[in-house]
Structures are given as structure tokens and as C-alpha cells.
């Protein structure tokens, strides 16, 4: 309880750092509402004043013409702080989804292993528009109401104390029941969103591999399988609908039984000439007017819990941790002699199993290295590793004498090299936008040169709108091979000292081989290459070859040295 207590208090103080920079937006509004509220709590005594003004048969135009005045005023300060409110939440969850997006695109590697993707995104938007619904209305109205029914009460004890202790016992008495089913409907809120994150995920696994899913005839499976997810948003969204349907009557109870109790006393104390009609009416006014803000409060807390467990939600996603753009290891650095890169004794694990034991080889400068070996030799390992998207647990990665981990941030590391994935991510776009991408700035003479290195000239020459042309969703309107050479593309045109090429598995034709293997001698010449090999000819076509076996080298050398070695089970022939 009392740790649930300090996660609640953790979460408003969350919330409140979040404010920074629209607390002046947040006063003002808050202002406003209050001025129109006062304005409304005034006119009751209005009203009383006005019954006593025409009973005694004294003029009551001028009082008319004030309320009437009170109330324009109300309603257009009411309108006023609705807008800065609204626009004050949506600055604040603006600045917070922004905050999430950023996080998001900067996770350390291993983070993205554990998560949901679909999660992570239902969490950035469905989360955070639920957040936003209760910074810009609940809770807003949370304080207004709050203080216009304390307003409202004083003003009630003021009138009468005896009729204001009935109409609190009746109120308090239904807040109690409130209280009570309040955090049940947490529970059922935050499981809600837990599935709705969790359909999400399912949601994203299945879109994005669409063409599994229909070759396997898996439709009607998967369908079933989102139904449970769905089903599961459904039961705890019921539940909690279920709970907060409780809370409505009570308050109506509440509202009526007072008005009920207030008129019986009332009108025996008007008879005992211990108040006047004017009195009951404008304390009954007041019980009228007070009863839409104290309904308010009561089912405004249903959707503050939602809203503090989505903030709760949106705030794990802020906690997980991120890459430092200016990591490095506090280790002396380790020097190289000579040029090209050096890979010593690195060891790897990922979690308890040994992934790379001892891998240590040399790349000559601008040559082209093949890194051969069977399914799980850990050469995609070593290749997250240069890239720097994990760290090795021991052993040194030396660049041209330079410490990679040591000399390097990270950031300075990734400028110096390129990467070409297996299956590269081509996006939304033409394919000018894709090669570009790695550079943006860069001039159309080296564009153009970089298409043709990778031998791309005769696409784009084919293509009705050349480099302009779309691509499709994940480049879906060229060939494997196309989409292979646009990544070399794009990786060659931000002039990497260091070409990862993760070669692909999938057959390429002949021609595209040779495409192949010219593409790889022209970007060896440029910078130095180190190719995951899955081909022989690619095998054949590197200056070196080192073959990798369950995390260690077995063999370096040429072509002819290794064969005996290599997994020719594996190697396309
Ligand atoms: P392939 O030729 O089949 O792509 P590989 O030589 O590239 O294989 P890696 O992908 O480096 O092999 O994998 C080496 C081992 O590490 C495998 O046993 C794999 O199961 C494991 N592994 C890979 N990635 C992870 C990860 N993110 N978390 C845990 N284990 C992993």
C-alpha cells in the first residue's frame, strides 16, 4: 500500500516536471476559470438579493442587469480557460511524446531485444493522447471543481451551518463508497492498457511479415489470436466501465438526497423563522450549483487514474536505457601499428553463453576481407560490435592506430563507417531519399557516381522518374538485388573509411553476381570492405578470407588456404 502510495506521489511529481513551461499558460487558465466560477457562485446571493429587492416591492432592474453581466462574464471566461487548458495540455504532451520519440530512436542495442515494438508505439501515442484528455479537461476541472465546491461550502455555512453539515454528511457518505471502488478501476485501467500495448505489439508482429502470415494460411490463427488480445482490452475496460458506473448514481444520490433533506429542514426552520424563503432558495441554488462541479470531481477521478497510469506507462519508456553519444571506455587505449583495422582477443556474450572467444584478425586498408563460416559462428555478431552496437566484453577493435572504444565516441566511430544489413530497410520514398539518406547534402556528381558504383545506372535510367522514382513501402517495388545495391548506395555515398557488408542469402541470378562481385572490387579500391560472405564468388573475389567457427578464427588466408575449411554445405556454389 504504502509503496503504491510512493509510486502515486512519484507519478504527480512526474507530472507537475512536466508542466515546466506551460505553468504560466496553466495559472492563467486556472485563473480564468476561477474568476468565472466566482462569478457563478456570486449569483445565487444575487438571486436571493433580487427575491428580497421584489417582495419588498424595491426596483430590482439595475440587480437583473448584474446578473445578467455575470453571467456573459462566466461564460466567456469559462470558454477562455477551456482553450488555454486544451492548449496547455497538448503543449505539455507534445513536449513529453517528443521526449518518449527521442528515447525511443537512442535505446541501447540490447534494449530493443526485450521490448515490443508495437508496444513502445502504443505507449507513445495511444498512451499519451489518454494523458493528454486528462491534462486538458480532467485535471484542470479537477481544481477548478475542487475549489469551487470548498467555495461553494463556505458559502453554505455561512448561510446556514446546520443545512450545510446535512448536505456534507449525505456527499461524504457517497465519497466513501466512491473512494472504495476507485482503486479497483486503476487495476482494470492499467491492465487495459497493458493489453491495448500488447494488441498492439501482436498487431505490428503480424503486419510485418504479412506474406508469412498468408502462405502459411495463418489468417484465421492470427486473427483468432488478436481476438483474445482485443478481448482482453474489451473485459478490462468493461470491468472498469462496470466500477465507474457506480460512481454517476452515488454522486446522484448524493445531489438528490441533499436537495431532499435541505427542502424538508429548510422549510420546518423557514417555519420557525429561523431563515427567510430567500435564504432556503438561494442555499437550495446552491446545493443545484454545486452539484454539477461535485459530480464532476468524483467522476474526474476515474479518469485521472487513467491518465497518472498512462503517465506511468509513457515514463517506464523514458527509464529504459539509451546509447551515450559520448561513451567510452575509461580502459587505456589500446594502439595498432600499421594501417587497416585490427581486431584483438575480443569475447562477447550477449547473456550467458560465450558468442565470441578470442576473435582476433587483421583488415588491410582499402582491400576487401570475407568473413566466412557455418550458421551461428557469430560473424553478425562481429559485426555489431564494429558497428558499436554492443560493447565486447573484453579485448580492442584499433582503426589506423586509434582505439575504436577508447579514441572514439560513438558517434565519431559511425561517421567513419558504413553499413550494408542482409535484409537493409529501404524506406518510404523515391530512391533518391533512400540513397540519400546516409548524407542529405551531398552533390548530385558524387550521387551519381556512388549510383553507378553500385551498379544501379541502368535502374535509374530505366526508371520512368529516374532517382525521383517511389520505392514503395520497405522498397517493395524493386527486386531483392535492386534493394541490396540502393543499401551498398546508400552506404557508399556518406564515404565510410569502412564498408560492413552483411552480404544476402537469397539467390542472386548470374548477372547479378558478377554486379556483385565488380560492385565489391570498385568499393574495395575506395575504402576498406569487410564482407559476411554467403557466395563463393564472393569468397573467391576477397583479397582475404577469414573463417569463423563457434566465436574463434580457424583459418585466414586466400581462397586456397582456407577452402579446406570453409562450410561448403552453406557457401552458394
Ligand atoms: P548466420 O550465418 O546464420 O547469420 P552468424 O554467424 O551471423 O549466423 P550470429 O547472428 O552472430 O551468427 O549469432 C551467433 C549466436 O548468437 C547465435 O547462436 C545466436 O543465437 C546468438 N544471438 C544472436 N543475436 C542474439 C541476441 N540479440 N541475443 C541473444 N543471442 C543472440
Same mark, same amino acid.
Given at each position: 500500500?504504502?509503496?503504491?502510495?510512493?509510486?502515486?506521489?512519484?507519478?504527480?511529481?512526474?507530472?507537475?516536471?512536466?508542466?515546466?513551461?506551460?505553468?504560466?499558460?496553466?495559472?492563467?487558465?486556472?485563473?480564468?476559470?476561477?474568476?468565472?466560477?466566482?462569478?457563478?457562485?456570486?449569483?445565487?446571493?444575487?438571486?436571493?438579493?433580487?427575491?428580497?429587492?421584489?417582495?419588498?416591492?424595491?426596483?430590482?432592474?439595475?440587480?437583473?442587469?448584474?446578473?445578467?453581466?455575470?453571467?456573459?462574464?462566466?461564460?466567456?471566461?469559462?470558454?477562455?480557460?477551456?482553450?488555454?487548458?486544451?492548449?496547455?495540455?497538448?503543449?505539455?504532451?507534445?513536449?513529453?511524446?517528443?521526449?518518449?520519440?527521442?528515447?525511443?530512436?537512442?535505446?541501447?542495442?540490447?534494449?530493443?531485444?526485450?521490448?515490443?515494438?508495437?508496444?513502445?508505439?502504443?505507449?507513445?501515442?495511444?498512451?499519451?493522447?489518454?494523458?493528454?484528455?486528462?491534462?486538458?479537461?480532467?485535471?484542470?476541472?479537477?481544481?477548478?471543481? &475542487?475549489? %469551487?465546491? =470548498? $467555495?461553494?461550502?463556505? *458559502?453554505?455555512?455561512?448561510?446556514?451551518? #446546520? +443545512?450545510?453539515?446535512?448536505? /456534507? !454528511?449525505?456527499?461524504?457518505?457517497?465519497?466513501?463508497?466512491?473512494?472504495?471502488?476507485?482503486?479497483?478501476?486503476?487495476?482494470?485501467?492499467?491492465?487495459?492498457?497493458?493489453?491495448?500495448?500488447?494488441?498492439?505489439?501482436?498487431?505490428?508482429?503480424?503486419?510485418?511479415?504479412?506474406?508469412?502470415?498468408?502462405?502459411?494460411?495463418?489468417?484465421?490463427?492470427?486473427?483468432?489470436?488478436?481476438?483474445?488480445?482485443?478481448?482482453?482490452?474489451?473485459?478490462?475496460?468493461?470491468?472498469?466501465?462496470?466500477?465507474?458506473?457506480?460512481?454517476?448514481?452515488?454522486?446522484?444520490?448524493?445531489?438528490?438526497?441533499?436537495?431532499?433533506?435541505?427542502?424538508?429542514?429548510?422549510? &420546518?426552520? %423557514?417555519? =420557525? $423563522?429561523?431563515?427567510? *424563503?430567500?435564504?432556503?432558495?438561494?442555499? #437550495? +441554488?446552491?446545493?443545484?450549483? /454545486? !452539484?454539477?462541479?461535485?459530480?464532476?470531481?468524483?467522476?474526474?477521478?476515474?479518469?485521472?487514474?487513467?491518465?497518472?497510469?498512462?503517465?506511468?506507462?509513457?515514463?517506464?519508456?523514458?527509464?529504459?536505457?539509451?546509447?551515450?553519444?559520448?561513451?567510452?571506455?575509461?580502459?587505456?587505449?589500446?594502439?595498432?601499428?600499421?594501417?587497416?583495422?585490427?581486431?584483438?582477443?575480443?569475447?562477447?556474450?550477449?547473456?550467458?553463453?560465450?558468442?565470441?572467444?578470442?576473435?582476433?584478425?587483421?583488415?588491410?586498408?582499402?582491400?576487401?576481407?570475407?568473413?566466412?563460416?557455418?550458421?551461428?559462428?557469430?560473424?553478425?555478431?562481429?559485426?555489431?560490435?564494429?558497428?558499436?552496437?554492443?560493447?565486447?566484453?573484453? $579485448?580492442?577493435?584499433?582503426?589506423?592506430?586509434?582505439?575504436?572504444?577508447?579514441?572514439?565516441?560513438?558517434?565519431?566511430?559511425?561517421?567513419?563507417?558504413?553499413?550494408?544489413?542482409?535484409?537493409?530497410?529501404?524506406?518510404?520514398?523515391?530512391?533518391?531519399?533512400?540513397?540519400?539518406?546516409?548524407?542529405?547534402?551531398?552533390?548530385?556528381?558524387?550521387?551519381?557516381?556512388?549510383?553507378?558504383?553500385?551498379?544501379?545506372?541502368?535502374?535509374?535510367?530505366?526508371?520512368?522518374?529516374?532517382?525521383?522514382?517511389?520505392?514503395?513501402?520497405?522498397?517493395?517495388?524493386?527486386?531483392?538485388?535492386?534493394?541490396?545495391?540502393?543499401?551498398?548506395?546508400?552506404?557508399?555515398?556518406?564515404?565510410?573509411?569502412?564498408?560492413?557488408?552483411?552480404?544476402?542469402?537469397?539467390?542472386?541470378?548470374?548477372?547479378?553476381?558478377?554486379?556483385?562481385?565488380?560492385?565489391?572490387?570498385?568499393?574495395?579500391?575506395?575504402?576498406?570492405?569487410?564482407?559476411?560472405?554467403?557466395?563463393?564468388?564472393?569468397?573467391?573475389?576477397?583479397?582475404?578470407?577469414?573463417?569463423?567457427?563457434?566465436?574463434?578464427?580457424?583459418?585466414?588466408?586466400?581462397?586456397?588456404?582456407?577452402?579446406?575449411?570453409?562450410?561448403?554445405?552453406?557457401?552458394?556454389?
Amino acid at each position: 500500500m504504502d509503496e503504491e502510495l510512493e509510486t502515486r506521489r512519484g507519478t504527480l511529481r512526474q507530472l507537475w516536471s512536466w508542466t515546466r513551461g506551460s505553468r504560466r499558460a496553466l495559472l492563467t487558465a486556472l485563473g480564468c476559470a476561477l474568476t468565472g466560477a466566482a462569478l457563478g457562485l456570486a449569483q445565487p446571493l444575487l438571486v436571493n438579493s433580487t427575491i428580497e429587492a421584489a417582495t419588498n416591492s424595491r426596483s430590482v432592474a439595475g440587480l437583473l442587469v448584474l446578473l445578467a453581466a455575470l453571467f456573459a462574464g462566466q461564460a466567456l471566461l469559462q470558454a477562455w480557460s477551456t482553450y488555454r487548458l486544451d492548449r496547455a495540455g497538448e503543449g505539455i504532451v507534445r513536449r513529453l511524446r517528443q521526449a518518449m520519440i527521442d528515447q525511443l530512436l537512442r535505446l541501447r542495442m540490447a534494449v530493443y531485444d526485450r521490448q515490443r515494438v508495437g508496444d513502445l508505439i502504443s505507449r507513445t501515442t495511444t498512451d499519451t493522447t489518454l494523458l493528454r484528455d486528462v491534462l486538458a479537461t480532467d485535471a484542470a476541472n479537477a481544481v477548478v471543481n &475542487s475549489i %469551487v465546491v =470548498a $467555495g461553494g461550502v463556505a *458559502v453554505m455555512v455561512w448561510l446556514d451551518p #446546520l +443545512l450545510a453539515t446535512v448536505v /456534507l !454528511a449525505v456527499t461524504l457518505s457517497s465519497g466513501l463508497v466512491v473512494a472504495a471502488v476507485l482503486k479497483g478501476i486503476r487495476r482494470e485501467t492499467v491492465a487495459a492498457q497493458d493489453a491495448t500495448g500488447s494488441l498492439a505489439a501482436d498487431l505490428e508482429r503480424v503486419l510485418s511479415a504479412i506474406r508469412t502470415v498468408r502462405v502459411n494460411r495463418a489468417e484465421s490463427r492470427e486473427s483468432a489470436a488478436l481476438a483474445g488480445r482485443n478481448g482482453a482490452v474489451y473485459t478490462h475496460n468493461v470491468r472498469a466501465a462496470r466500477l465507474s458506473a457506480v460512481v454517476s448514481p452515488a454522486i446522484d444520490l448524493a445531489v438528490q438526497g441533499s436537495l431532499i433533506v435541505v427542502i424538508v429542514v429548510g422549510l &420546518s426552520r %423557514v417555519s =420557525a $423563522g429561523a431563515m427567510t *424563503v430567500g435564504e432556503l432558495v438561494a442555499f #437550495l +441554488l446552491y446545493v443545484n450549483y /454545486l !452539484a454539477a462541479p461535485m459530480s464532476g470531481l468524483f467522476d474526474i477521478a476515474p479518469a485521472l487514474q487513467t491518465g497518472l497510469a498512462a503517465l506511468e506507462r509513457a515514463q517506464e519508456v523514458l527509464d529504459l536505457p539509451v546509447e551515450s553519444e559520448r561513451e567510452r571506455r575509461t580502459a587505456a587505449p589500446t594502439s595498432g601499428p600499421g594501417a587497416g583495422l585490427v581486431l584483438r582477443d575480443l569475447r562477447f556474450r550477449y547473456t550467458d553463453r560465450d558468442i565470441l572467444r578470442g576473435t582476433s584478425f587483421h583488415v588491410p586498408r582499402n582491400s576487401c576481407t570475407a568473413v566466412a563460416g557455418p550458421s551461428g559462428a557469430g560473424k553478425s555478431t562481429l559485426f555489431s560490435l564494429l558497428g558499436r552496437f554492443y560493447e565486447p566484453d573484453s $579485448g580492442s577493435i584499433v582503426f589506423d592506430g586509434r582505439d575504436v572504444h577508447t579514441d572514439h565516441s560513438i558517434a565519431q566511430w559511425r561517421a567513419r563507417i558504413g553499413l550494408v544489413e542482409q535484409h537493409s530497410p529501404l524506406m518510404y520514398g523515391t530512391l533518391r531519399d533512400n540513397i540519400g539518406y546516409a548524407a542529405p547534402d551531398a552533390d548530385e556528381t558524387w550521387l551519381r557516381q556512388v549510383v553507378d558504383m553500385a551498379g544501379l545506372t541502368a535502374l535509374v535510367d530505366r526508371l520512368p522518374s529516374g532517382l525521383d522514382t517511389e520505392v514503395g513501402e520497405h522498397g517493395s517495388s524493386l527486386s531483392g538485388g535492386e534493394q541490396q545495391r540502393v543499401a551498398i548506395a546508400r552506404a557508399l555515398l556518406a564515404r565510410p573509411e569502412i564498408l560492413l557488408l552483411d552480404e544476402p542469402t537469397s539467390h542472386l541470378d548470374a548477372a547479378n553476381e558478377q554486379l556483385l562481385t565488380r560492385t565489391l572490387r570498385r568499393i574495395s579500391a575506395e575504402c576498406t570492405l569487410l564482407v559476411i560472405a554467403h557466395r563463393l564468388s564472393t569468397i573467391r573475389a576477397a583479397d582475404q578470407v577469414v573463417v569463423l567457427d563457434a566465436g574463434q578464427v580457424v583459418a585466414t588466408g586466400g581462397y586456397d588456404d582456407v577452402r579446406d575449411l570453409l562450410p561448403q554445405h552453406r557457401v552458394t556454389a
